[in-house]
């Protein structure tokens, strides 16, 4: 997991633009910008926060930092699914406030040219687009670019706040 990351963040702000980190969730692909990623790590220990959202797994502890963990398969209102070794946490940083996403498998990094992301379908498709930014195309497949601040700005935001951690 950590291997597929670790080239990835290497040089300066302009040279990660246009590059996605690619999880699964289930059988489809999202891609997250590697901007906000900041590590990907292996399920741990998750202390349960009581009247939060069935999506926010709770809070850990990662190297004497609180982090909120929100199950991305849950937030989608997918159905659950077991934990295994393939299942991980996506660190990501928005502003001051770090966050993790439980994703089923972490697939690999990719660079998507602007001209191969198209808009996501307007609302009025009856698509709910509000996480997505934008559709790269690759190759005959597609992949769902996520806007990790949308993602995880309202909840995530206030727990950690909670949690005693500065945005």
Do not use: W
Not at 66 to 90: H, M, Q, S
């Amino acid at each position: 997991m950590a291997d597929v990351f670790e080239g990835a963040i290497g040089g300066e702000e302009d040279t990660l633009q246009g590059r996605f980190l690619t999880f699964t969730l289930g059988d489809e692909i999202y891609g997250l910008a590697i901007k906000y990623v900041v590590e990907i790590i292996g399920i741990q220990s998750i202390t349960v926060v009581p009247e939060t959202p069935h999506y926010i797994k709770g809070i850990i502890n990662l190297r004497g930092k609180i982090i909120p963990v929100i199950d991305v398969r849950l937030k989608f209102g997918k159905e659950a699914a077991e934990y295994n070794d393939r299942t991980c946490i996506i660190v990501i940083e928005i502003g001051d406030v770090s966050v993790g996403l439980i994703v089923d498998n972490v697939d690999e990094v990719l660079t998507i040219e602007d001209r191969d992301i198209a808009a996501p379908p307007a609302n009025r498709t009856g698509f709910d687009n509000r996480y997505i930014m934008g559709i790269g195309k690759i190759g005959n497949s597609v992949q769902l670019l996520l806007d990790c601040e949308k993602l995880v700005r309202s909840e995530a935001f206030m727990l950690a706040d909670e949690a005693g951690e500065a945005r």
